[in-house]
């Protein structure tokens, strides 16, 4: 499913966006159509959010001129929470203040904590196979919260409510990494492009393409969603670690000898050799191992389903929690189902009823084929595992 994907880049196609825009171009799109995100998030979702007196820094940072806040200036110390006590719960009023002076709010990692936008963030993350992060950042009048920098990351700009400018220079290096930094102090370029972003509004913004932005009058909301995507550089550090299984890649550098220059070609050439004996398969194995143990994977009416085991019936409406990653693996005995960091292990006899289950996404249990107990204790177990849930509640 590519529908908020789609829905991001309409009228542009993905394949447009990947052969034109990915790693190389901004992309803007003028929409200026403030219902357009409804769907995934509205001011209003964020409002009661920051009404919120249950939320912990860094959850919520605050940023001006550039700068970020520190938090002691907005945070609660020793707050009592049961027989516990805990630093760090954002104070409301001092948090405004500082809003209603020209500070902006950044709500970081949104997609933990916005159910819409947690969908939408798994399917991105999907397309890309790598962690995607949501952030807000919701900014007064005529202020700005950063100074011009790049991002190791891929940026989506969605512009939720007002307006805000932005000042695109540039890449200064072209796609850099978390160890790539960018020193924005006394940064005096003109920008090549300015752009202003209305509701309903998109920008694409490629890592290392140095940026500003500003609210214009009124207050401005957007949502970032960076894509954290796997290099080849990380995909090969993956790889290289299966050198450990010859024995002259454990031998210790012998530094003791001084010039190394010949035996590093030797081992270099060595290295030449046992590339074609590694299993590339396992590098792919720990990305997506990586990646689905970042991405949050939001689950649908467990509680209540888990709450109403024991009413399940043949005609019980159940449908596949789509919200999560799965993966089943064949073995000697049966399979294995992988999601959330587990193992559910099932019998041969029970792949027809799972192998439903997945095609089918929306079922009861008399549409399962195998025998009506065993059926009704795979769904039992499911359900229980939050794989699947009960529809009707």
């Known amino acids: 499913?590519?529908?908020?994907?789609?829905?991001?880049?309409?009228?542009?196609?993905?394949?447009?966006?990947?052969?034109?825009?990915h790693e190389k171009d901004i992309l803007h799109i003028k929409r200026?159509?403030?219902?357009?995100?409804?769907?995934?998030?509205?001011?209003?979702?964020?409002?009661?959010?920051?009404?919120?007196?249950?939320?912990?820094y860094p959850s919520v940072?605050?940023?001006?001129?550039?700068?970020?806040?520190?938090?002691?200036?907005?945070?609660?110390?020793?707050?009592?929470?049961?027989?516990?006590?805990?630093?760090?719960?954002i104070n409301t009023d001092k948090a405004f203040s500082l809003f209603n002076n020209g500070?902006?709010?950044?709500?970081?990692?949104?997609?933990?904590?916005f159910n819409n936008l947690s969908h939408c963030s798994l399917e991105l993350s999907q397309k890309f196979n790598s962690p995607v992060q949501a952030n807000l950042y919701i900014t007064p009048n005529k202020s700005q919260g950063f100074n011009p920098h790049w991002d190791t990351h891929d940026v989506f700009v969605l512009q939720i409510s007002g307006t805000k400018t932005w000042h695109l220079y540039g890449f200064e290096k072209e796609l850099p990494t978390k160890n790539?930094?960018?020193?924005?102090?006394?940064?005096?370029?003109?920008?090549?492009?300015?752009?202003?972003?209305?509701?309903?509004?998109?920008?694409?913004?490629?890592?290392?393409?140095?940026?500003?932005?500003?609210?214009d009058d009124g207050i401005s909301s957007h949502i970032t969603i960076g894509v954290l995507s796997f290099?080849?550089?990380?995909?090969?550090?993956?790889?290289?670690?299966?050198?450990?299984?010859?024995?002259?890649?454990?031998?210790a550098v012998p530094f003791w000898k001084g010039d190394l220059t010949e035996?590093?070609?030797?081992?270099?050439?060595?290295?030449?050799?046992?590339?074609?004996?590694?299993?590339?398969?396992?590098?792919?194995?720990?990305l997506n191992k990586s990646y689905q143990s970042a991405q949050p994977q939001p689950v649908h009416n467990y509680f209540e389903s888990t709450r109403n085991i024991g009413k399940l019936s043949a005609d019980t409406a159940l449908a596949l929690n789509e919200g999560v990653i799965y993966?089943?693996?064949?073995?000697?005995?049966?399979?294995?189902?992988?999601l959330l960091g587990k193992v559910i292990q099932f019998s041969e006899a029970l792949k027809p009823p799972v192998d439903s289950i997945f095609s089918k996404r929306k079922f009861t249990l008399k549409d399962l084929p195998g025998d009506t107990e065993a059926v009704k204790g795979l769904a039992t177990q499911l359900i229980r595992e939050g794989v699947v849930y009960i529809d009707e509640l």
Do not use: C
């Open 32 to 56: 200026n159509d403030e219902q357009y995100y409804k769907d995934i998030l509205t001011p209003r979702e964020i409002s009661d959010y920051l009404e919120r007196q249950d939320i912990f």
């Open 61 to 89: 940072r605050i940023v001006k001129n550039g700068k970020e806040i520190p938090n002691g200036e907005y945070t609660l110390k020793s707050t009592p929470i049961g027989h516990h006590r805990k630093d760090g719960i």
């Open 327 to 338: 993966q089943l693996v064949k073995k000697e005995l049966g399979y294995e189902l992988h």
């Open 1 to 21: 499913m590519n529908y908020f994907f789609d829905k991001i880049l309409a009228p542009y196609s993905v394949d447009d966006f990947f052969n034109t825009y």
């Open 180 to 215: 790539q930094s960018f020193v924005s102090k006394d940064y005096k370029k003109e920008p090549i492009q300015t752009v202003q972003l209305s509701p309903g509004d998109f920008l694409y913004v490629p890592r290392g393409y140095v940026h500003d932005a500003m609210a």
């Open 263 to 286: 035996l590093i070609k030797e081992k270099a050439e060595s290295l030449r050799q046992k590339i074609s004996q590694l299993n590339f398969d396992k590098g792919i194995e720990r």
């Open 103 to 113: 500070a902006t709010f950044v709500i970081q990692a949104g997609q933990r904590y």
């Open 231 to 251: 290099t080849w550089a990380r995909y090969f550090n993956e790889i290289f670690p299966q050198l450990e299984e010859f024995k002259e890649f454990r031998e």
